[in-house]
């Protein structure tokens, strides 16, 4: 979080974590789609010929003065793939909240379970304590056939105590919902600075 | 690793000067300060074209990785820069204290060795000021006249509760 008290604003990162396919540029994608233009910026895509993320999607929401204070959201996501371990963690720095796009099909666990790993090993280099970040969970593609149960999902990821969203992307639902979630979690946590 | 700041009035306006110092004599169009996780802290000049925010997230991220692949052929300093040479407009970064970007955006008027020269006299001088705001890591500010997060809840549901 990054107080700026002389322009009276205040700078929050929410980062889209989870596997490659999962779902987290979609989300953005929708969320800049339906977003009066008036509260949101351009969202930039730095993205492969195969139009995968290679470095991170970016989208900026601003909302009008609040409590004397402009708060803007800086939304990023990170490349999904394995061997972005790196770009995943440059992503991170500086986050002060985390989504979890988990992918719910059965084939995709291992993915998911990985990539949860490699983000809680991340922010322990960052020097956060565990439950030190604000996490939503949001099981993506519920429209898909072979899903797993979302209790399931939520106890191999060792979730259990976050917020958990069931969603389709590609449809918006359940992408606002994870959106207000992780920002009221946010700011709630940052209250304390303000 | 940097968290939670806040930063005060009168370093804004220190940092402010070096910024607009820095725009007078490099004779640059647009420069900028952002901290390694992209959050822009301070502009001046203006761009043509895009959205001074983005390019402050793009710019971290661009800073971060080519710290990063100094070290991995290496290198042990933190300190580096990159370049862009544009045909109309260029790009010269800077990182500061190893945890911010100062971004100069210039025309093809400008001299490459000014903004070189003038950038360098600009992170000296920021970065004796990071050592000063490092301090205001995780310092917690005045406390809120009124519930900003309940306010902020209905600001949301403004913005978003038609979805």
């Not at chain 2, 402050?56 to 300093?77: K, N, P, Y």
Request: charged letters at 20%; hydrophobic letters at 45%.
């Amino acid at each position: 979080m990054f107080i700026n008290w002389k322009l009276r604003e205040i700078n929050l990162k929410i980062v889209y974590y989870g596997p490659a396919l999962s779902g987290k540029t979609t989300n953005l994608q929708y969320i800049h789609a339906k977003t009066n233009p008036n509260i949101r910026g351009e969202m930039v895509s730095l993205k492969t010929r195969g139009d995968r993320t290679i470095y991170f999607d970016f989208l900026q929401l601003e909302l009008g003065q609040i409590a004397g204070l402009k708060p803007r959201f800086n939304l990023y996501t990170v490349p999904g793939q394995v061997y972005y371990v790196g770009s995943r963690k440059l992503v991170l720095q500086g986050a002060d909240g985390v989504v979890f796009v988990a992918d719910s099909q059965w084939n995709r666990m291992k993915a998911n379970v990985d990539m949860i790993r490699n983000m809680e090993h991340n922010l322990r280099e960052m020097g956060h304590t565990q439950n030190g970040i604000p996490l939503v969970l949001q099981c993506n593609k519920r429209d898909l056939p072979a899903i797993a149960p979302v209790k399931l999902i939520r106890h191999q990821l060792g979730c259990n105590g976050a917020p958990c969203f069931e969603s389709m992307a590609t449809q918006g639902e359940g992408v606002f919902d994870t959106l207000k979630a992780i920002i009221n979690l946010v700011v709630n946590q940052a209250q304390q600075h303000i | 690793m940097r968290a939670n700041f806040a930063l005060p009035v009168d370093m804004a306006d220190q940092i402010e000067q070096i910024l607009v110092s820095l725009h007078r004599m490099a004779e640059a169009e647009c420069v900028m300060l952002a901290d390694i996780s992209g959050q822009l802290i301070s502009v001046h000049g203006g761009l043509e074209e895009g959205d001074p925010a983005l390019v402050a997230a793009l710019a971290a991220g661009d800073v971060a990785a080519m710290v990063e692949l100094s070290r991995q052929i290496g290198e042990e300093s933190p300190s580096c820069s990159l370049l862009h040479e544009g045909k109309h407009k260029s790009i010269y970064m800077h990182n500061v204290a190893n945890g911010f970007v100062l971004l100069v955006v210039y025309g093809s008027g400008t001299l490459v060795g000014m903004v070189r020269l003038f950038a360098g006299r600009a992170v000296e001088k920021l970065e004796a000021l990071a050592v000063e705001f490092e301090e205001l890591v995780d310092q917690p500010g005045a406390p809120a006249s009124v519930d900003f997060g309940a306010a902020l809840a209905d600001e949301l549901e403004k913005a978003f509760g038609e979805f």
